[in-house]
């Protein structure tokens, strides 16, 4: 409980710091030449009308800072507060701890990334995945398996072969067929090559392209992903359904048994004439759908869209017109379904999922695109230098100890020509060398060069990115200040967790010193102890009034005499203690002590209730309320402790400087 109380409050903490933090510019229009006028110090630390007008405006955006007086001011009040915490926080060496700066680098590796990838690539790999989810293509394929990291002469005869299986589709020959014959695809035997209509994000990026730039009818050029060379052939286009909210019932039935599928058979049958009778199809699925994921939600399912489930399933369940219809039964490799649909989301705005796109994108292999446009801008501002000699020269030493990770150079240490520069940084032959025996990767098969040749292209790539960034700060004032933001972010929160919240979670004798001083803080208000009846039956409820009323007999008692091992429920008893407005029964009702009338419920059953005391208000115990004693026992701490750093250290506010906002 303890670590996530923390995680909350350090999710409250940071997120002033860093909403919006990965897309913003500043749009200051501070006095003019005031940019660098200083507008309060903290001891001997200053900081700046722009450094306050900039955590204002993005942390405050329907606020004008030229207007919103009050606003500012209180702000400026907490603003000042975080800031004495930072100096004590720096001045208790806090800064200085190894964790502490292993938090902040991670934060600033995912800062970097939105900062340095050209948003104008992202943001046309976001339109694009956009527009392609406006449609969907049926395809096929023939693929001819080759690994990625495969020989050349293998990479050729893999080609050649794609490139023959074309030509004889080309020339006319049923696609179907081919695929069965030449396709590495284990699905084939099933599909025939037909893998069914796909959308942006069903597929790895390039056969995604592939099958989109293909028109419909014809058969792309081979396309190299992963897996190997495909070629595609579009059957169809269509506009795309939109994500589908649907439930079913299925009784299992997978292989070849014939006595089994005919048993499957018949009970959905069975169970589709029970909802043809006006049967509720969530109780039926609860009590007779194979699919316990689902049962338990009356055999819904989670949203779907093209493309995730069978294709029997989903050409059935996009067949149902009109939200609430209910498909006859349907057989899949799976068993036997009825599907019932519940409602249809067409395809939302771009706005409405760009963020959602971006994420996308970024985790998607089209994200190379972007990373690859990146390396080549880097390379090109900063006077780029391979050395091919003396990466050939390593190459010369390469041998099957790399694909055991046993790989090593003998005294590597003497290898210092260069391998690469970029801007005034140059890589030398050890330190690649140190990088891949300390990788230590095995690998079942390859051309042992052709790996070390993929290990250096990820390791120039890898370098020429964190040289970027590395001058992140140097050459983007945004970056800077947000890092300034999450760094001192951190300290607050490493140092506020030390002083407040764990203290109040651990000082167990301050926590109840001031629960005793502020009682009258943490009241119930009145309360009820009630006792709540129902009965199944109208007969037996008369004869347990007649016992609550004469009061001779014990909750326990009551239960014992009316209930048996048939029926468990015929009576239950629940005891309430409620304040007012916390029970809508209760509520109905003056609260006085005795007994009820009865009220009828619509399934038959009776109750009523026993209010057996009213209590006045009166103080919480510590038990009774801890959350809230040690939450307003924290804010006590808190408020004490910034007294403590305002007389530590002098607060100096520039209130002409300050009134320059609003001039």
């Known amino acids: ?151 050349p002469a293998d990479t050729l005869e893999a080609y050649r072969k794609i490139m023959n299986i074309r030509r004889r589709a080309v020339r006319g020959e049923d696609f179907a067929k081919l695929a069965v014959e030449n396709s590495q695809d284990p699905s084939v035997s099933q599909n025939k090559g037909d893998i069914g209509y796909l959308t942006a994000f069903r597929t790895v990026y390039p056969f995604e392209t592939a099958a989109y730039n293909t028109a419909e009818g014809e058969v792309s050029m081979p396309v190299r992903t992963r897996f190997g060379y495909h070629i595609i052939k579009v059957h169809e286009r269509r506009q795309a359904r939109g994500e589908m909210v649907a439930a079913h019932i299925l009784i299992s039935a997978e292989g070849e048994d014939e006595e089994k599928l005919k048993e499957a058979e018949m009970k959905i049958n069975h169970i589709k004439s029970l909802l043809d009778e006006g049967g509720d199809f969530r109780r039926l699925a609860m009590k007779h759908s194979d699919d316990q994921f689902s049962s338990r939600r009356g055999g819904e399912l989670p949203p779907f869209s093209t493309g995730r489930m069978v294709p029997e399933f989903e050409q ?3 067949a149902l017109e009109n939200d609430g219809d209910i498909s006859d039964p349907v057989k899949t490799p799976f068993g036997y379904h009825i599907i019932k649909r519940i409602h249809v989301h067409p395809l939302p705005t771009l706005e409405a999922i760009r963020s959602d796109l971006r994420n996308r994108v970024e985790r998607d292999t089209r994200s190379d695109i972007a990373k690859k446009e990146l390396i080549e801008r880097i390379k090109s501002e900063n006077n780029f230098r391979f050395w091919r000699a003396n990466y050939e020269e390593l190459e010369k030493l390469v041998d099957e100890n790399l694909l055991t990770g046993a790989w090593t150079v003998q005294d590597a240490g003497k290898y210092t020509k260069p391998l690469f520069r970029i801007g005034d940084t140059t890589y030398q032959q050890k ?91 943490f009241m119930w208000d009145e309360r009820a102890d009630v006792n709540i009846y129902t009965i199944k039956e109208d007969r037996t409820a008369r004869r347990v009034k007649r016992w609550a009323n004469r009061g001779r007999l014990s909750k326990d008692e009551m239960l014992s005499r009316v209930n048996d091992d048939e029926n468990p429920d015929k009576l239950k008893i629940e005891n309430k203690l409620v304040e007012r407005g916390g ?21 038959g059953s009776v109750t009523f209730l026993q209010f057996n005391e009213i209590r006045k208000p009166e103080p919480k115990k510590l038990n009774e309320a801890r959350g809230f004693i040690v939450s307003a026992y924290q804010e006590h701490l808190e408020k004490e402790w910034v007294k403590e750093l305002r007389a530590k250290y002098p607060v100096n506010i520039n209130h002409t400087v300050l009134e320059s906002l609003w001039k």
């Open 1 to 151: 409980m303890y670590s996530s109380f923390l995680s909350m409050k350090k999710q409250s903490l940071f997120l002033v710091l860093i909403l919006g933090s990965c897309f913003y510019t500043t749009n200051l229009h501070a006095a003019e030449g005031a940019q660098e006028d200083v507008l309060f110090s903290i001891g001997d630390t200053e900081i700046t009308l722009d450094e306050f007008s900039r955590v204002y405006q993005r942390n405050n955006p329907n606020s004008d800072i030229h207007t919103d007086q009050k606003d500012v001011e209180d702000y400026l009040d907490l603003y000042i507060n975080f800031r004495l915490k930072v100096k004590e926080a720096k001045n208790e060496g806090i800064d200085t701890i190894s964790h502490i700066n292993d938090e902040l680098e991670g934060y600033r590796k995912q800062l970097a990334r939105s900062f340095i990838f050209d948003k104008d690539v992202t943001e046309s790999l976001i339109k694009e995945a956009y527009e392609r989810m406006k449609e969907e293509v049926r395809v096929s394929h023939v693929l001819i398996s080759l690994p990625e990291n495969a020989l």
């Open 316 to 318: 059935a369940a996009y």
């Open 431 to 521: 330190d690649f060398i140190y990088h891949v025996e300390n990788q230590r990767i095995r690998r079942r098969s390859g051309d042992p060069k052709d790996i070390f040749k993929q290990l250096y292209n990820q390791f120039q790539d890898d370098k020429i990115i964190e040289f970027e960034e590395f001058l992140l700060e140097e050459k983007n004032p945004n970056f800077k200040a947000l890092m300034n933001e999450y760094r001192n972010g951190i300290l607050l929160f490493e140092l506020t967790d030390r002083k407040i919240w764990s203290q109040a979670l651990q000082d167990t004798t301050g926590l109840k010193t001031f629960h005793e001083k502020n009682k009258d803080r």
């Open 583 to 603: 029970h809508n029964l209760i509520d109905m009702y003056e609260w006085e002590t005795g007994i009820t009338e009865n009220i009828n419920n619509p399934d």
